[in-house]
């Protein structure tokens, strides 16, 4: 049952036509709670206000003002008002609760995206803009961070991926969550494997043989499907660091086949700015000058096209001598390793942030 902290009364000469909400969590600034009735119009909106068009209810006997929410956060607050004891947050609202950077409960029309609700029993009629789920939930299964009840990262993901219209939508979603590091495939691996039978779960276990810990974006994870599941050539890295010879760190492609020494680039808009191209123009020049093959996929381009100049490079690299490659993937002394969940994880606070400061939902703002 939630309740409404203790407030003190402010005299009714002196308080706005609208209540002041009580912020959600100190550490979640911006987020508010909703309001119960009240009768003086102080601490909450009144019967007659909640029955104009000012106020809309959250959930039985909650309510917010009419205006939409601020921020994908505050929509998943809302949403857990409807949420009975024992159940969670769950999909991809509990890993944006999570600092899933990627989860930002739109769809790839930009349209928004219900906030999953999982519960034992569910008698719930429907709502707008929540998903109810009825399934079995274990206590270990949730968890409560920052006032909010949600599943753990693990069974969240395994939600998305079980309900992912294809197995590609699936492949990102487990994508996604190793780049903020939510969980590793192993950690997957064995949740899968403690969910014989479960709805969805045999295009969970297939996506787990396509993933990778390594993807930086959901576009690098439709580029690798493409190559691989399409093409099928490879297998390919996500982002591996390349060196020279000496120990000199070359580049990080987007994807990479080590034995046929092609490197793959994604290229989205940002790429056609004068200034990006020119640095992608003496990029180019680099990798072929180490005897390395480049293909770029075009954002929006039909896939045939990419698929030939794939192919292609393919073919060119099979004519390269040996001799002419002249990179290796093995790093040197120096170089901090970031390539695995368990390598990120592994980091000290100082390098987490100077080596990982752009996957943050905070930094990335």
């Not at 921020?71 to 944006?96: D, F, H, K, M, N």
């Not at 395994?158 to 994508?175: H, I, K, N, P, Q």
């Not at 690798?224 to 591996?240: D, F, K, M, Q, S």
Request: with cysteine.
């Amino acid at each position: 049952m939630r309740t409404t902290p203790t407030r003190t009364s402010t005299p009714t000469h002196i308080h706005s036509a609208r209540p002041v909400a009580d912020p959600w969590h100190p550490e979640r600034p911006g987020l508010e709670r909703a309001f119960r009735l009240d009768a003086r119009g102080i601490d909450g909106p009144t019967r007659g206000q909640v029955e104009g068009r000012f106020w809309r209810a959250v959930a039985p006997g909650w309510f917010r003002p009419i205006d939409e929410p601020a921020s994908v956060e505050q929509r998943i607050v809302e949403a857990s008002y409807r949420l009975p004891a024992g159940g969670g947050v769950t999909g991809w609202a509990a890993l944006r609760w999570l600092g899933g950077r990627w989860f930002d409960g739109t769809d790839a029309t930009g349209t928004g995206l219900p906030v999953p609700l999982t519960m034992l029993t569910s008698n719930r009629g429907h709502a707008p803009g929540v998903l109810y789920t009825k399934e079995r939930l274990r206590p270990q299964d949730l968890m409560q961070l920052h006032g909010l009840d949600l599943t753990t990262a693990t069974r969240s993901v395994l939600f998305e991926m079980r309900y992912a219209a294809t197995v590609g939508d699936a492949v990102r979603v487990l994508d996604m969550a190793c780049f903020n590091d939510l969980v590793s495939l192993s950690e997957l691996s064995s949740a899968i494997d403690g969910s014989k039978g479960w709805t969805g779960i045999r295009q969970a276990r297939d996506a787990l043989q396509l993933a990778a810990e390594n993807a930086w974006s959901p576009a690098e994870v439709g580029f690798r499907l493409l190559w691989t599941g399409v093409a099928e050539l490879g297998p390919v890295l996500c982002n591996p660091p390349i060196f020279d010879l000496n120990g000199r760190h070359l580049l990080t492609p987007d994807l990479f086949d080590p034995v046929a020494g092609v490197v793959g680039e994604y290229q989205g808009e940002h790429h056609f700015e004068r200034g990006q191209r020119r640095r992608d123009i003496t990029r180019e020049t680099l990798i072929r000058d180490h005897g390395l093959e480049l293909v770029e996929r075009v954002a929006g381009e039909e896939p045939t096209r990419f698929l030939i100049r794939l192919r292609s490079a393919y073919a060119r690299s099979r004519r390269l001598p040996a001799s002419e490659r002249r990179w290796t993937l093995t790093q040197p002394p120096s170089w901090t390793p970031t390539e695995t969940v368990a390598q990120r994880r592994a980091l000290p606070p100082h390098l987490r942030k100077a080596l990982l400061a752009n996957r943050s939902l905070k930094d990335a703002a």
